[in-house]
């Protein structure tokens, strides 16, 4: 069962609180609650007020343990607008926009509260040497010699160690027009 809170004409920008709804969508509401509580932003503190309350709604309105809750969502919309205006030099004027949001927080207790793999259990995969299938493949780099078309023999060798005299740095096209 669904249930929600709504934080009308919040004095945040909807824009500042977006960043920590998207943080607890998904979490049980004791970790979301956790998280909330050691933000250190006034949004955090806003959601947090807002959570509680859905909280407090689905247990004493609806009969549901807070334990067995998950937040489905939390959005965060925007609200009006509040205009003011500041002096500025010569007599002219510059706007202030004093943004409020909505904010709305859906919990649920249909969505099944998955456990976090232990530390073992982590440790023990690791222990085994399984690799992600997502590993990134190195790239293959064409030299400018193959690019101009240079054969390895064609190319001199400098003298090595520390005494050898630098080669002076050329661009691929001019390496290529040269051999050519």
């Given at each position: 069962?669904?249930?929600?809170?709504?934080y009308?004409?919040?004095r945040i920008s909807a824009f500042k609180c977006r960043e920590v709804t998207r943080e607890i969508q998904g979490l049980p509401v004791a970790a979301a609650l956790e998280l909330l509580t050691f933000t250190p932003k006034k949004a955090a503190r806003l959601v947090l007020q807002t959570l509680k309350s859905a909280i407090a709604n689905a247990e004493n309105n609806n009969n549901l343990r807070p334990d067995k809750l998950v937040v489905q969502e939390a959005v965060v919309g925007e609200g009006a607008t509040l205009k003011r205006f500041t002096p500025r030099a010569r007599g002219s004027a510059s706007p202030?926009?004093?943004?409020?949001?909505?904010?709305?927080?859906?919990?649920t207790d249909d969505i099944e509260?998955?456990?976090?793999?232990?530390?073992?259990a982590k440790s023990a995969a690791?222990?085994?040497?399984?690799?992600?299938?997502?590993a990134r493949k190195?790239?293959?780099?064409?030299s400018c010699?193959?690019?101009?078309?240079i054969k390895p023999s064609d190319v001199a060798r400098p003298a090595?160690?520390?005494n050898a005299p630098r080669p002076e740095r050329e661009s691929c096209a001019l390496r290529a027009s040269r051999s050519t």
């Open positions: 069962m669904q249930v929600r809170s709504i009308r004409g919040a202030i926009r004093k943004r409020t949001s909505h904010i709305r927080i859906i919990v509260i998955a456990p976090k793999p232990s530390r073992e690791k222990a085994t040497g399984k690799k992600s299938s997502t190195p790239k293959a780099s064409i010699a193959k690019l101009a078309g090595s160690g520390a």
